[in-house]
């Protein structure tokens, strides 16, 4: 049998711990059925990577490969394949419940991935993936918002971290769905991120969001929320600032209990976006990934959304992933970290 | 200065106290800007009716006059008024912070109030505006369900308590837009009134949903909820029975912290429906009160949809009154309690 290269962890240990990850050989699998075997050329890390990570007390017989961003090449697919080729240059996120794109290659059903921009390196594209998803399925699927082009114009949506990963994309995605952006960003270099990514305005979330709003002129607050930060820290910030009506998504977990009743007189929604749903749950309509990720290319391609990788490593290697790994759980990423292979 | 006659309230009584309700008599209102004077003809009788009359400590000056619901004659109009004209028979629920319909005539804005079904009495009308208002809200601006006939085939709502006041229209509705409505009740009375509404199944909200949903062919649960019974008693249950992706809407705040967690993983999103968000906050779309209410006229003229009356009384009077909130309270309600003028 072949073997490839990979990071595996066979324990959960903290991101200080050099034997976090280990640099591993593996057994290099062979796609079937919509699988697609994809050559790894570069990968990004996530938060929820470290989430995974995160110590516990269980131990891995065999080595578990972490790892939900790449771009890549496609190296071979299984016989119901018929979205991709060998040769294809694809970028995908991947599923939670499978091995992951820490290794040279990977498999991946079909219908979760994405024809690569072509105005993009590998490394611009492997930032890009998860974040993507999240941001177009929060957008699009839970807030309601539609999929096109000026269609949101008189809207607004504060978006709260709006640099960090998913904020990146959801900033320029939301700017040209024609909602008016208000990002949130609490350091300089944040804020100038935030703005080069088409923010209309930029408060920031360590004061009360109301004030801050109608001070720049939302008196009643926005239509849409989208918390990528603490859902528990912000709540009540959230529930003051969105109009009766209102939509708010978060991607964060909450941790205490939340006043959900706060929301009641302005018969306001909640949704929650976590991008692993479709994959896990084998969701009859998970080829609207493939479909989101093809549309987001194209919207790359034209030049509408930037990549948003912030800086590029070389080596995809147990080291390079336990120092990434430090750095996401420092919690001051701006955009995305890409490691090539 | 013109009287009229009203039932009222000074103090926050149980309905058991002989002086919860007073017949009074006060100023009859005139009608200004978007306003229309309305001769009552007849009033229905909703949940919370008997939560604003619940026991506080407060005193109201003069007598406060509650009542959300009436069907009656356009008796006079305020300049600004270009919907309707004296002499149009009109069904409306109001506005909460405004004066009710226990009483003769009432002042109402013009872009709440729809013109009544022509085939129905004033008492078969008097019966559905607040719980047309709230099922049609909840299903279509917070599920995000089409408002068109037959548009949701294939797709699936659990409506809970689906024999009451806003279960007995949200059954007809949903059926109407295709959906395939499970309904729950728990006496043979309630679940045959909800099969008359057009449910093609009905369940038990006293056992768990999920397995029961299982039973007749809903493996992985349905893809809408519609909670109209204590949030906090359904909340796992809903959480367990909601597909991925799905959407729960409630009109009952919880009284208890919610596990909103429940929900992550499937990417489920919660609404509140709230009748009054649109009058109370004076949102710029509440003329969308009028365009329901007039659809929903038609689709009773069209016999799509049937009027939820179960008992009519004779006499808007203190007494009655203080009867009708005792028989609300004793929770057992089957479609809607009306009383003529």
Redesign the interface.
């Known amino acids: 049998m072949t073997e490839m290269k990979a990071v595996g962890l066979y324990k959960y240990l903290p991101a200080s711990d050099p034997e976090c990850f280990v640099d591993v050989s593996v057994p290099k699998p062979e796609p079937k059925g919509h699988d697609l075997l994809v050559r790894v050329q570069a990968i990004s890390i996530n938060p929820v990577d470290t989430k995974v990570r995160a110590p516990k007390d269980q131990v891995e017989p065999t080595p578990k490969i972490l790892g939900y961003d790449a771009a890549g090449i496609v190296e071979a697919v299984g016989e119901a394949v018929t979205l991709f080729k060998p040769g294809d240059k694809v970028y995908y996120a991947g599923a939670i419940n499978r091995s992951g794109s820490y290794a040279a290659y990977q498999l991946v059903e079909d219908a979760i991935v994405g024809p690569m921009p072509q105005n993009l390196s590998f490394a611009e594209a492997a930032a890009m993936p998860l974040t993507t998803i999240t941001a177009w ?1 929060a957008l699009v ?2 807030l ?1 918002i539609p999929a096109e082009r000026g269609a949101s114009k008189g809207k607004s949506i504060l978006i709260i971290n709006a640099a960090g990963g998913v904020g990146s994309v959801a900033t320029q995605l939301a700017s040209y769905f024609g909602l008016t952006v208000i990002g949130t960003a609490s350091r300089p270099q944040t804020e100038a991120w935030t703005k080069k990514h088409g923010a209309d305005f930029v408060i920031s979330h360590r004061q009360e969001f109301l004030p801050q709003l109608q001070a720049i002129g939302f008196a009643e607050g926005v239509d849409y929320i989208l918390c990528l930060h603490s859902t528990d820290r912000h709540w009540k910030n959230m529930a003051e600032a969105i109009k ?2 209102g939509r708010i998504a978060s991607i964060v ?2 941790e205490q ?5 706060l ?12 991008m692993f ?2 994959p ?2 084998q ?1 009859p ?1 998970r080829i609207k990934q493939h479909q989101l990720l093809e549309t987001a290319a194209q919207l790359m391609e034209q030049g509408m959304i930037q990549s948003t990788m912030h800086e590029q490593w070389q080596g995809i290697n147990a080291a390079n992933i336990r120092l990434a790994h430090q750095q996401i759980e420092a919690n001051q990423s701006i955009g995305k970290l890409v490691i090539l292979a």
């Open positions: 399925e699927d839970r309601g009766p009506q977990e909450n209990p939340l006043e959900l009743g929301l009641k007189s302005k018969s306001a929604s909640f949704s929650w976006e976590f749903t479709r896990v749950y969701t309509d």
